[in-house]
């Protein structure tokens, strides 16, 4: 059972660089979540969908941006790393919204240094 | 302001002892409760729902006190593989930021369970 799949698992950026994490899950969900988690800190909401073509800002989209194409996927691009954005990444995704699990990824460690 | 607030603790307790771990909510229109397990350096994982009447599975037992926006988790009989990072979930409501989908996450409590 795959479920939420991220890849990759860790990566080092220099500042300035830009790259895209991958989110997919098989679990056929309409909405897909892009967080944030830094040290001693709650999750952030950075992007949501509720369904492909349907994107939208959370709390913290500065410097990210999504799209999605298809029910699976959710890429979240970073386009000039910075080293605020130093911080580990959990997509996640659930059937519905209100009420409903959120199944996570196993999370990417970026470091921008 | 978007807010749910937990106790960070560490709460260190020994095995077999019962713990108990709270949560407040700012936004009375919250519609939906929830606890998470965080293990170091993993995802989080649903534990359980909250539910008003309150639940309870197993060891574990959530309430909920909308009056006061308030949160509980109960642990009973204390294991050591309890050892991990609680996390309070809030669903914010459509109308409240826009965002029916919004999860609000607290920072966590840490629990240690010590043999």
């Known amino acids: 059972n795959a479920g939420v799949t991220q890849t990759p698992k860790f990566r080092i950026l220099k500042i300035g660089q830009s790259m895209t994490l991958q989110c997919a899950q098989d679990m056929n969900h309409n909405y897909m979540y892009w967080y944030r988690q830094d040290p001693g800190m709650g999750l952030k909401l950075i992007y949501y969908?509720?369904?492909?073509?349907?994107?939208d800002k959370g709390e913290v989209p500065n410097g990210y941006n999504v799209s999605r194409s298809t029910t699976e996927d959710f890429p979240l691009r970073l386009e000039l790393a910075a080293p605020s954005q130093t911080s580990v990444y959990f997509c996640?995704?659930?059937?519905?919204?209100?009420?409903?699990?959120?199944?996570f990824g196993q999370g990417t460690r970026l470091t921008v240094v | 302001r978007k807010e749910v607030e937990q106790d960070p603790g560490p709460f260190n307790v020994p095995e077999g002892a019962t713990v108990a771990f709270n949560c407040t909510y700012s936004?009375?229109?919250?519609?939906?409760f929830f606890w998470y397990r965080q293990d170091c350096r993993k995802e989080p994982k649903l534990l359980m729902s909250?539910?008003?009447s309150g639940n309870e599975d197993g060891r574990f037992t959530a309430q909920l006190n909308r009056a006061s926006q308030y949160i509980s988790l109960l642990i009973r009989d204390s294991k050591l593989s309890d050892s991990a990072t609680y996390l309070c979930?809030?669903?914010?409501?459509?109308?409240?930021?826009?965002?029916?989908?919004?999860?609000?996450f607290g920072k966590g409590t840490k629990l240690s369970v010590k043999p």
């Open positions: 969908s509720v369904g492909a073509g349907i994107t």
């Open positions: 996640a995704s659930s059937y519905a919204s209100l009420g409903t699990e959120a199944f």
């Open positions: 909250v539910y008003s």
């Open positions: 979930v809030v669903n914010w409501g459509m109308n409240y930021g826009g965002s029916q989908g919004n999860l609000i």
């Open positions: 936004n009375s229109a919250s519609q939906s």
